[in-house]
């Protein structure tokens, strides 16, 4: 069981450490992940194309890993800014809410932050909303858009 401190950000300064350029080739590990996993991982990668990010279709370039592991049922997810690996409870197995957890972690790996906006995929425990134009905006103005 991982022990989760606080979504995105290392639990003792609040800031992420370490983010991923949206638009440069990004791969994702999903060793040990099982096929409804992926399919998730999938879905939230499809959230962040839909609203721009084009650096997640690689194979190859900087790597985040992506690790399912069983967590409190308050934590959907974790982003370690330190190793740069992205945690999914494995108590998430809706696809749809899946998917938000991923695009949420892939946020703060994008650098975004928590959001008290009930209507952003970046709002703390969200399953329901994917990325917002509001979402957009802050990954553009951290990084420019994609080309």
Known sequence: MIALAACGGSA?????????????????????????????????????RAAGVTGLDATAGETIAVRFETAAPAFHGFYDDIAGVVYVNT????????????????GHAFGLVHVKDRTSLMNPGNVSTPP???DRAALAALWGACP
Do not use: F, K, N
């Not at 350029?21 to 879905?43: F, H, K, M, N, R």
């Not at 108590?91 to 892939?106: K, M, Q, S, T, Y």
């Open 132 to 134: 917002t134009d509001d």
């Open 91 to 106: 108590d998430v197995v809706d696809p749809g809410a899946l998917a938000i957890v991923v695009a949420h972690e892939l």
């Open 12 to 48: 003792s300064d609040g800031e992420i450490a370490r983010t991923y350029d949206p638009c440069a080739p990004i791969a994702l590990d999903l060793a040990g992940a099982t096929a409804e996993q992926a399919s998730g991982v999938a879905g939230g990668v499809m959230l962040w």
